[in-house]
């Protein structure tokens, strides 16, 4: 839980629901580390409409992302937002939130 304290002190603010929900979709999809993808394919593969339509996100993918980068859950590798992958927070988050919350996954994979 030490990361969560670490997460409130870097972010001043509790993650959004639909926040969350792309973090745990990029663990699951396995967008970790230095697997770097393009914005506009991680928003493909973590299925944004949906969880856009879901939470109805006001504001695109790219500022959700920019949100993450800054809270260190995401990383960018420093290039401009053009690719990112789930940080070590990011990861340790999702297993965290998914330890606590098992049928987390099932109620995301509903929102198709």
Known sequence: MRFLVELKKQSGSTLKDYEIAVILRMYDEGLIGGGYRSLEAVRK???WK???RKYKVKG???EVARR???RKLLSDDGKSMAVVSLDRLGVAFA???L???PRAMDDLDALR
């Open 50 to 52: 949906d969880i856009e």
């Open 60 to 62: 695109g993918f790219e």
């Open 99 to 101: 330890k606590t919350n």
């Open 45 to 47: 593969e973590i299925r």
């Open 68 to 70: 993450l980068i800054k």
């Open 95 to 97: 297993r965290a939130y």
